[in-house]
């Protein structure tokens, strides 16, 4: 055997889509098991997986080659980038084809022909041109076919793909392929088509070619495969498949030799900024002008610590050279604030005083002493990453408008990749197996958002799931299957906010495709982009935003620039001390509320710790209640040194802060503060124990150089080691929190208007519609139904009434919703059956709007309206006018608790009552208390019930599994605790019921109240 090393150079990835089934990852570690020095990455137009591939490959020594297998003229064909130029041009290819049709991309030979140069074709597969036209058995016209990617693409350019995969006619067409490379002088390559890593991988291939094609494994299908050869297979391998063609082999080592490293990574692609108002100047130098001025805006008395900090920061963007991310930041924010966008910018950018004075965060990182080095340092030498929120209904303006400021060929959005879950993979392999939809649904339900691969610890793991269907052995196929495509993306998509803007054509860099949007978007994700050369900007979307601005410009008519929230107002503070925050950002959720109860926040100090606080980290790094008692007087805040009094005293001596623990390392230790921020990053990541050791000691020596002794050292890194890890950024706390503080205001003081603009930009937050309608009242506000004369598209607010609108109508459409309007408009509706008969709505429309009670002012009883609704749309449709005939009652309307539930199902709320309402009698009976009454009494022991509200499991310090779920009843919220061994005696009736009785003790710690369940049981009639 030939002692010429073989390299494979079509190999498809997850990147495939559908037609790849093993990882990047698995590949080169195979490759690099077995001495293979290069390889290649052909996944069909797409290069989502280059940069990984590369980087991968680099470490373990081998020689990435970077391709694709691509359409031309409806037939495949392989292409491999031999230099930079080639992959330039392999991504302008790809551009081109996608642009046409993202689902089914092709290109013509015109297409193809300027972008050849750097380029290697193979011929291709079976589904290839010339391959396709030998087993039609015309070696003349294959023959021409040849010659015609040569004269594309140079005749050195060309080689003869050869594939032996024991298919019916293979024999023959490997002959016909050698005789065409004999007449042509056209050299060989062999490959393998790899679609797995090895032939017992192939049953997972096969499945996922049917998700892709749509099928089962009972059906055939041209791209399902009749064997599972096209695994990676070894040299000795291929050698013994191409014994008779050794030139193949030869062929593959040749194009390895002449393909080069065709990707740079880590250079600086970010375009150059200008402004009119520049004059000539530098980017840095008119960054400095407008921080500078920014600064006496915000400042006005510019004292020698302000001068001195932002000196020091525009010292660092200086040398880091990003003045220009800065200012093109700058420039959007200046769009937005001209055109009354909503914004503010959140994240660790508010560490910077220069962000704070270009208004690009409104955090004043001097005023709070945060350290800039959280978010830029020259020791990292890292890009910078700002976050700007948006108003959500108006993000899209402002990243049109970078389309327009920088060009198409020049802005993209950040891709981003579906991938498989336990669900999705569940819902997939499921149906390709053959499984109908309600064994779908079935083996889907309440199953939580986990990795496909932990599905069996899930299933054993989790008491609710004892009696689910896939504990049945005829699922474990199933469960173990969906394990293999764990994480494998499904789908390309657009990243929900990051943009990037290039000062070359991004096509030269990535290829584009289009979204279902239509907008631009790069095949990298947020996770890439920056090894490309590439910074992302992240312009997102916040709905909370958009409904604070629909509050103070709609109902309340503020002026525009003007806020009507007025800062330490002591209602507002006394609202949060209550706990009672539903709808409030970041302070709503059940931990959330209990907090404010305990804590009695009364500055934005304490609402900046709440953010922080409830958080997976600082509850099981246990920062909560000792956070809690300092802040109440109950303990004193203790320091192991003086120097770090200053530092903790505003969280009363505990770590709770990102920014502490630099400040830490860098005030005990000696460290600069990019060398503190690095400690920081290194610890978060719970390294090895040996790694923890090296910086520990690193730590004391430091600190004994800053005379601090060896034990007291030794005591503050134990200390930040075990918060490090759990640490929130305070900048970006604090950014959250001014946000929090201004729905806090607006929900005290107008809360018509703000739960009507919370309604009216659904889905966001933790609890649904009804909930919000329930607090509403509560508060006094009115809730007006859905009336076809008076509701509006969206829900309306005044003085103390809120009005349901027409968005709430699930399956309604924006153009359905504008043509009644219109219609009301020219004339009022007079009936069920005028309606009808003047809107083009379908009848499930205008069913949904009689059960949500739209028609109550011309007949109470909805059966009796459902029944003259059919037809009227049978007389609408036969072009039939009939006189209106009088309602008949003869029909009985729906009882009245049925009448609820399907108002409910067609609003997703109830503008009347509760569904408790029609319990509380029974519930009486049985000695089961309003949740009002229990938070009003003293009782220790209570029975209550109510509508379970998103019942979750949290992690804990202990480890142990504790549920927490809110009980809604007419009169509130009753947040429930249910320890470990209660959770496994009740597991199914918790997340199997929509309605629950709990009996148990009472928890009173200040204003918060919560029971600790022992009983469970379903609440039925």
Request: glycine share 6%; charged share 20%.
């Amino acid at each position: 055997m030939s002692s010429t090393p073989f390299v494979h150079l079509h190999l498809h990835s997850p990147y495939s889509f559908l037609d790849g089934a093993s990882s990047i990852s698995a590949y080169l570690e195979r490759a690099a098991q077995w001495g293979m020095p290069a390889l290649a990455l052909t996944d069909h137009h797409n290069l989502s997986g280059a940069v990984e591939f590369q980087k991968t490959a680099k470490k373990l020594g081998i020689r990435p080659i970077l391709g694709a297998e691509i359409s031309l003229a409806k037939h495949h064909i392989t292409l491999l980038a031999e230099n930079n130029l080639g992959y330039e041009n392999l991504c302008r290819l790809l551009t081109r084809a996608l642009a046409k049709d993202r689902h089914n991309p092709d290109l013509t030979w015109d297409e193809l022909a300027p972008h050849t140069q750097g380029l290697i074709a193979l011929s291709g597969c079976r589904r290839s041109l010339v391959n396709r036209l030998l087993l039609l058995r015309q070696p003349d016209a294959a023959r021409d076919a040849l010659e015609k990617l040569k004269a594309y693409f140079g005749p050195r350019q060309v080689y003869i793909e050869m594939i032996h995969s024991y298919l019916p006619q293979n024999r023959y067409l490997l002959e016909g392929l050698q005789v065409l490379s004999e007449q042509t002088n056209t050299p060989t390559a062999a490959t393998n088509n790899v679609h797995y890593l090895a032939k017992e991988d192939f049953p997972i291939h096969d499945l996922l070619t049917c998700v892709r094609t749509k099928t089962t494994l009972e059906d055939l299908h041209p791209e399902r495969s009749m064997n599972g050869e096209n695994y990676f297979a070894s040299t000795a391998e291929m050698q013994q498949r191409f014994a008779r063609y050794p030139q193949a082999l030869q062929g593959t080592w040749e194009i390895a030799q002449r393909c080069q490293e065709s990707l740079p990574l880590d250079r600086s692609l970010f375009p150059r900024f200008s402004h009119p108002d520049m004059n000539g100047q530098t980017a840095g130098g008119f960054l400095e002008d407008l921080v500078w001025q920014g600064a006496r805006n915000r400042y006005g008395n510019l004292n020698q610590t302000i001068r001195q900090r932002l000196q020091h920061e525009l010292h660092i963007i200086r040398s880091l050279d990003v003045a220009d991310y800065f200012l093109a930041v700058w420039d959007i924010v200046q769009f937005a604030k001209g055109r009354g966008i909503a914004w503010a910018g959140r994240g660790s950018a508010a560490d910077s005083a220069a962000a704070y004075c270009l208004e690009l965060t409104n955090v004043d990182a001097i005023g709070r002493n945060l350290l800039f080095e959280r978010f830029l340092s020259l020791e990292r030498s890292q890009t910078p990453d700002i976050d700007i929120d948006f108003d959500a209904g108006r993000r899209d303006e402002v990243a049109d408008y970078v389309y327009r400021r920088y060009g198409q060929d020049y802005t993209a959005s950040v891709c981003t990749f579906s991938t498989y879950h336990a669900r999705s993979a569940l819902r997939d392999f499921g149906r390709a197996l053959g499984l109908n939809s309600a064994e779908l649904r079935a083996i889907t339900a309440h199953i939580p958002h986990a990795p496909a691969d932990a599905l069996p610890h899930v299933l054993q793991s989790m008491p609710e799931l004892r009696q689910h269907p896939l504990q049945h052995p005829k699922y474990q196929r199933l469960v173990h299957l969906c394990a293999a495509i764990n994480g494998f993306p499904r789908h390309i998509g657009t990243h929900l906010g990051g943009m990037v803007i290039c000062g070359r054509p991004l096509w030269s860099v990535s290829p584009l495709q289009p979204s279902a949007k239509g907008v631009a978007i790069l095949q990298f994700d947020k996770d890439t982009i920056e090894d490309l050369g590439l910074i992302k900007l992240d312009l997102l979307s916040l709905r909370t935003l958009a409904a604070v601005q629909q509050v103070e410009q709609g109902f309340l008519q503020a002026p525009n620039g003007t806020s009507p929230v007025v800062y330490d107002d002591p209602a507002t503070y006394a609202m949060l001390q209550r706990g009672d925050t539903v709808g409030v950002f970041q302070l709503e959720s059940p931990a959330q509320r209990s907090l404010q109860g305990r804590l009695h926040s009364e500055t934005m100090e304490d609402i900046i710790a709440s953010v922080a606080l409830i958080r997976p980290g600082p509850i099981q790094g246990d920062m909560v209640h000792p956070f809690i008692r300092r802040r109440r007087g109950e303990e004193p805040a203790s320091y192991i040194h003086p120097k770090l009094e200053p530092i903790l005293k505003k969280t009363y001596g505990v770590v709770l802060y990102q920014e502490q623990v630099i400040a830490i390392a860098t005030e005990i230790a000696g460290f600069t503060p990019g060398e503190a921020d690095r400690l920081r990053r290194v610890m978060s990541k719970f390294r090895s124990h040996h790694e923890m050791e090296a910086i520990g000691t690193l730590f004391r020596q430091r600190a004994a150089e800053q005379g601090i002794d060896d034990a007291t050292a030794a005591e503050i890194f134990s200390y930040i080691q075990g918060y490090a890890g759990y640490g929130f950024c305070e900048a970006h706390a604090a950014a959250f929190a001014d946000t929090a503080y201004k729905t806090a205001y607006l929900l005290e003081h107008h809360p018509a208007q703000f739960y009507a603009a919370l309604l009216n930009h659904q889905p966001m937050g933790f609890y649904p519609p009804n909930t919000l309608c329930l607090q509403a009242r509560l508060r006094g506000v009115t809730i007006q139904p859905l009336d076809i004369a008076k509701s509006e598209a969206i829900c309306s607010a005044g003085g103390g009434w809120l009005r349901i609108g027409l968005n709430q109508v699930r399956g309604l459409t924006d153009h359905q919703r504008q043509d009644i309007l219109t219609q009301r408009e020219q004339q009022p509706f007079t009936s069920l059956g005028d309606f009808i008969h003047r809107t083009a709505l379908h009848q499930d429309n205008v069913e949904a709007l009689v059960l949500a009670g739209a028609f109550d002012r011309f007949s109470t009883n909805r059966r009796s309206l459902l029944w003259d609704c059919t037809r009227h749309i049978k007389e609408r449709r036969s072009a039939l006018v009939m006189e209106e005939p009088a309602i008949h009652h003869t029909i009985e309307d729906f009882p009245a608790l049925e009448r609820w539930v399907r108002e409910y199902q067609a609003l997703g709320l109830s503008a009347n009552g509760h569904i408790l309402d029609f319990y509380r009698s029974q519930l009486q009976k049985q000695g089961a208390l309003t949740g009002a009454e229990i938070r009003a009494g003293k009782q220790q022991r209570v029975r209550t019930a109510g509508l379970v509200i998103r019942p979750h499991r949290p992690p804990t310090r202990s480890g142990r599994v504790v549920v927490f779920l809110t009980l809604e009843d007419e009169t509130g919220l009753m947040d429930a605790t249910i320890f470990e061994s209660v959770y496994h005696r009740y597991a199914q009736v918790i997340f199997h019921h929509p309605l629950l009785v709990v009996e148990g003790s009472v928890l009173r710690d200040g204003a918060a109240v919560s029971v600790t369940a022992d009983r469970i049981w379903p609440l039925k009639l």
